[in-house]
């Protein structure tokens, strides 16, 4: 069974930074993709980035470059680095993966039903 554990939340001020860990374990398949998305309280769940098992990555237009999405391979674990926060970052964040990625046909995007693993989710809040 595949089990998705995020860490790494907490409270910043606007423009500080966070960096969000989730450790993944129980999976075989090394086909994967994995990504982090958001939910601020009232608003859908949205995608922020994803990463492949090739290392490609895509992230949310809104992003803007502020984050950044990594996988140590090593370790079992996801990352995300977020940069320059903002107010309307507020959010839980969750970690999530399928395995049904096939390289150079996907799919692997910021679209969370594409996701049947995901985890508890890890708050964050930005404020002043």
């Known amino acids: 069974q595949v089990q998705l554990v995020e860490s790494g939340g907490g409270s910043v001020q606007p423009g500080g930074s966070l960096r969000l860990s989730c450790a993944a374990s129980g999976y075989r398949n090394n086909r994967y993709c994995m990504g982090w998305f958001r939910q601020a309280p009232g608003q859908e769940r949205q995608g922020v980035a994803v990463i492949d098992s090739l290392g490609d990555t895509t992230y949310a237009e809104f992003m803007n470059g502020r984050f950044t999405i990594s996988f140590d391979s090593s370790k079992n674990t996801l990352y995300l680095q977020m940069d320059h926060l903002q107010f309307v970052d507020t959010a839980m964040y969750y970690c999530?993966?399928?395995?049904?990625?096939?390289?150079?046909?996907?799919?692997?995007?910021?679209?969370?039903?594409?996701?049947?693993?995901w985890g508890q989710g890890t708050q964050v809040t930005v404020s002043s």
């Open positions: 999530a993966a399928h395995f049904r990625f096939i390289p150079g046909l996907g799919p692997c995007g910021p679209r969370p039903a594409e996701f049947d693993n």
